[in-house]
T-cell receptor, first 112, second 109 residues
Framework: KAGVTQTPRYLIKTRGQQVTLSCSPI?????VSWYQQTPGQGLQFLFE???????NKGNFPGRFSGRQFSNSRSEMNVSTLELGDSALYLC???????????FGSGTQLSVL | EDQVTQSPEALRLQEGESSSLNCSYT??????LFWYRQDPGKGPEFLFT???AGEEKEKERLKATLTKKESFLHITAPKPEDSATYLC??????????FGAGTTVTVRA
């Protein structure tokens, strides 16, 4: 069975631009979460979606947003990119939320 | 404030040298303590979930245990392929996992 798929794998942007990352969860999973991973801060929770509704949001500025579609696929968007947004962005899916998460390989975003 | 702390930050082991990783937590409403393994360039891979004090789970050379304040991941007779970063995380009541900083384990042949 296919795992969590994230695209693109690598992305290079410049300050001020915006970016959209995509995540396809495991078939049948309805919960999709997004995490930011940096060497200094570790894994930080961004938000979680279930059946197209955002159920929880982490402590990130409004420049970070997301959405989930009816087929459970999810996108996250970062507007007005800053150098500090350079990170590995990980998507994870699960059936309902708090049980074990299945992570994708992530999108490595570099902001120059 | 809910938080999780892992120690040590890094661990270098000789093949066959058993050791333990620590994950201490302060959580008001724990709904599961999770252990993940992460290899370079990849997302975390689920290992175990523990729900109550006294619970233990095993998988090959790994054994996770849980008390009221901490969890341990014991690595018995490790092999080089056990080299990875091990992350613990807790689930609270609001559909998110809060991760520790991780312990990077290096096993030398």
């Amino acid at each position: 069975k296919a795992g969590v798929t994230q695209t693109p794998r690598y992305l290079i942007k410049t300050r001020g631009q915006q970016v959209t990352l995509s995540c396809s969860p495991i078939s049948g999973h309805r919960s999709v979460s997004w995490y930011q991973q940096t060497p200094g801060q570790g894994l930080q929770f961004l938000f979680e979606y279930f059946s197209e509704t955002q159920r929880n949001k982490g402590n990130f500025p409004g420049r970070f947003s997301g959405r989930q579609f009816s087929n459970s696929r999810s996108e996250m968007n970062v507007s007005t990119l800053e150098l500090g947004d350079s990170a590995l962005y990980l998507c994870a899916s699960s059936w309902g939320g708090n049980e074990k998460l299945f992570f994708g390989s992530g999108t490595q975003l570099s902001v120059l | 404030e809910d938080q999780v702390t892992q120690s040590p930050e890094a661990l270098r082991l000789q093949e066959g040298e058993s050791s333990s990783l620590n994950c201490s937590y302060t959580v008001s409403g724990l709904r599961g303590l999770f252990w993940y393994r992460q290899d370079p360039g990849k997302g975390p891979e689920f290992l175990f979930t523990l729900y109550s004090a006294g619970e233990e789970k095993e998988k090959e050379r790994l054994k996770a245990t849980l008390t009221k304040k901490e969890s341990f991941l014991h690595i018995t007779a490790p092999k080089p392929e056990d080299s990875a970063t091990y992350l613990c995380a807790f689930a609270s009541n609001d559909y998110k996992l809060s991760f520790g900083a991780g312990t990077t384990v290096t096993v030398r042949a």
